[in-house]
T-cell receptor, first 112, second 113 residues
Framework: DTEVTQTPKHLVMGMTNKKSLKCEQH?????MYWYKQKAKKPPELMFVYSYEKLSINESVPSRFSPECPNSSLLNLHLHALQPEDSALYLC???????????FGSGTRLTVV | DQQVKQNSPSLSVQEGRISILNCDYTNSMFDYFLWYKKYPAEGPTFLISISSIKDKNEDGRFTVFLNKSAKHLSLHIVPSQPGDSAVYFCAASAGTSYGKLTFGQGTILTVHP
C-alpha cells in the first residue's frame, strides 16, 4: 500500500459545527503532516507529527486541533471555523521526517 | 518573505520539445529540493528530488539541476507530453526541520499536441 487516504473528499460545514478530517497511511511512515492550500497558492504547513508526537505547530489557530491516535492515523478536528478557512486540506506522510512526502488527495472544505 | 520562488506562473510547450521550469530560493539552510506535480482536485505527486551535495539528478524524462551559488534549480522534461500538463511546485527543506517543506507558488505547464 503506497497511498495516503483522506476522508471525506468534500466537506461543507457551518461556522458553529464540529467536524473532523481523517488521514490514514499504511506505509510505516513515522512522520505525518497537515497542509492547507488556498486556490492558486502553494501548500502551507500547519502541523507535523513525528513518532505520534506533535513536533511542529505553525502558529495555527486553536479552532484547528490535530490528533495522532497511532502511527497510521492522523485527524484534524475542526470547530468554530471561519469562511476564510475554506481550502483544500492535504495530509502527507514521510519516512522518519525525511522530506520525500506522499500526499493524499485532500479534503475540499467549505465553511458557510 | 517568500523563501522559494517560481517566477513564471505559466509555461506553454509543444509536444516533444523540452520544458524547463525554474525555481529560486533565498534560504541558505535549504539542503534538499523536490519537484511535485499537481492535477486539479488531487494532492501533489512527488516527481524528483536533489540533495545539495549534487548538482544534477536524472529520472527518465525528468532531470533536476541545482546551482547552489546562484540558489537556483530547474526541472527539465524531455520530451514533453500532453499528460505532463499540470501545476509544478518546487519545494525545499532544511535538514533540521522535521521534513517541513516550503513550496514555491507553482508554474502551470501546458503541453500542446
Amino acid at each position: 500500500d503506497t497511498e495516503v487516504t483522506q476522508t471525506p473528499k468534500h466537506l461543507v460545514m457551518g461556522m458553529t459545527n464540529k467536524k473532523s478530517l481523517k488521514c490514514e497511511q499504511h506505509m510505516g511512515h513515522r512522520a505525518m503532516y497537515w497542509y492547507k492550500q488556498k486556490a492558486k497558492k502553494p501548500p502551507e504547513l500547519m502541523f507535523v507529527y513525528s513518532y505520534e508526537k506533535l513536533s511542529i505547530n505553525e502558529s495555527v489557530p486553536s479552532r484547528f486541533s490535530p490528533e495522532c491516535p497511532n502511527s497510521s492515523l492522523l485527524n484534524l478536528h475542526l470547530h468554530a471555523l471561519q469562511p476564510e478557512d475554506s481550502a483544500l486540506y492535504l495530509c502527507a506522510s514521510s519516512p522518519s521526517g525525511l522530506p520525500g512526502y506522499t500526499f493524499g488527495s485532500g479534503t475540499r472544505l467549505t465553511v458557510v | 518573505d517568500q523563501q522559494v520562488k517560481q517566477n513564471s506562473p505559466s509555461l506553454s510547450v509543444q509536444e516533444g520539445r523540452i520544458s524547463i521550469l525554474n525555481c529560486d530560493y533565498t534560504n541558505s539552510m535549504f539542503d534538499y529540493f523536490l519537484w511535485y506535480k499537481k492535477y486539479p482536485a488531487e494532492g501533489p505527486t512527488f516527481l524528483i528530488s536533489i540533495s545539495s551535495i549534487k548538482d544534477k539528478n536524472e529520472d527518465g524524462r525528468f532531470t533536476v539541476f541545482l546551482n547552489k551559488s546562484a540558489k537556483h534549480l530547474s526541472l527539465h522534461i524531455v520530451p514533453s507530453q500532453p499528460g505532463d500538463s499540470a501545476v509544478y511546485f518546487c519545494a525545499a527543506s532544511a535538514g533540521t526541520s522535521y521534513g517541513k517543506l516550503t513550496f514555491g507558488q507553482g508554474t502551470i505547464l501546458t503541453v500542446h499536441p
